[in-house]
């Protein structure tokens, strides 16, 4: 909409102290009232150091050195394995003939190297991608192989501050894998990674549920999103510890108020029954096939067992047993967490799916 002169008043605003200078502009409609408002301008910033210095500043002489180490990593360049710097003058790239590693060859790491930013969601955010440190560093990307170990790139070694590299240098080793596919995917053929990833897809669903049932289910703390992630060791701990994150973001927030709400208009409702156990109660009473009932209330009851029986209660003859016949059915706890996680997904998607 473009306004005469006689529609909008203009000043100019000077502050030499701070070296801002600006025209603000004020425009009004038929009725003399305010309709849209501009502001345009500039800062000076001044230097405060002698011109040469700021030149030297600007390109890094006075900037303290920093330290890179060397990692094991597959140099695949030169086909082979290899003692790396992840030192970005030590590296080389698909433009220029050098004898240097490319700058992407991977190192690998034991799984365990992520424990440290796991028990510590406060200070660091861990993605299924990335890992950053609030205020400082980060970890542009990283995935695990399917030998279960960590890899990333040298180059992003080598923005890690030196005292992160020791810290990596000391779980990293050979390879056992190749890196994962959708790390191959995604970092070297440049495309959208589209396979189905259970973990994600759970977030996903859970978030639609809320769109759609927001009565029924509700996140009451967003960050539980952020620290589920799957076990990425065998210890028993660090898995009833995933457990224990995934029944506070899946089971505790369904908003018991209103299933007894809809259990009572049904003529269903029974005060004994658990929150889990009284919405089974309402799909049967709704006559669901019995078969998608158990999709959908099973894995709710067995994430809800499992912290009770391990996350709460982590020892014991009978959690002993629990764990074992876990792992004999799925080779590993890590395995299994992948598919109850799956499980799950499947029965939210089934819940948002049904009128309730």
């Not at 067995?302 to 074992?324: C, M, P, Q, V």
Request: proline fraction near 4%; charge should be positive; include cysteine.
């Amino acid at each position: 909409m473009k306004f005469s002169e006689k529609d909008r008043q203009e000043s100019k605003f000077h502050d030499k102290r701070n070296g801002i200078h600006a025209r603000r502009g004020i425009a009004f409609d038929k009725e003399n009232l305010p309709t849209a408002g501009w502001l345009r301008g500039f800062q000076i910033i001044r230097n405060h150091q002698p011109r040469k210095k700021m030149i030297k500043i600007l390109a890094g002489e006075y900037s303290k050195p920093q330290k890179y180490e060397k990692f094991i990593a597959d140099d695949w360049k030169h086909n082979k394995i290899a003692l790396c710097s992840c030192d970005p003058k030590k590296l080389g790239n698909y433009f220029g003939k050098s004898d240097k590693p490319y700058a992407t060859s991977p190192a690998f790491f034991k799984p365990a190297v992520l424990l440290k930013y796991k028990q510590n969601p406060e200070k660091y955010t861990l993605e299924q991608r990335s890992i950053s440190c609030r205020g400082s560093w980060g970890l542009k990307t990283y995935d695990i192989n399917e030998a279960g170990q960590v890899h990333t790139y040298l180059c992003y070694l080598g923005d890690l501050p030196h005292s992160e590299q020791l810290y990596w240098k000391s779980y990293n080793e050979g390879p056992k894998a190749k890196i994962s596919k959708r790390a191959f995917t995604t970092d070297f053929m440049g495309t959208w990674d589209l396979s189905y990833e259970p973990l994600s897809a759970l977030k996903k669903s859970l978030q639609e549920l809320e769109q759609t049932k927001v009565e029924l289910w509700s996140c009451a703390n967003k960050k539980l999103y952020q620290q589920l992630n799957y076990p990425v060791t065998d210890a028993v701990k660090e898995y009833a510890d995933e457990i224990h994150t995934l029944d506070k973001l899946v089971i505790e927030d369904f908003r018991r108020p209103y299933i007894k709400k809809i259990a009572i208009s049904m003529n269903c409702d029974d005060s004994k029954l658990g929150t889990i156990k009284l919405l089974r109660k309402i799909l049967e009473t709704k006559g669901i096939d019995s078969y998608e009932i158990n999709e959908i209330i099973s894995p709710l009851d067995e994430i809800h067992f499992l912290r009770t029986k391990l996350a709460g209660h982590s020892s014991g003859k009978e959690a002993d047993n629990i764990r074992k016949d876990l792992i004999a059915k799925h080779g590993d706890l890590r395995k299994h967490f992948c598919n109850l996680v799956e499980k799950t997904d499947k029965a939210i998607k089934e819940l948002t799916r049904i009128q309730l």
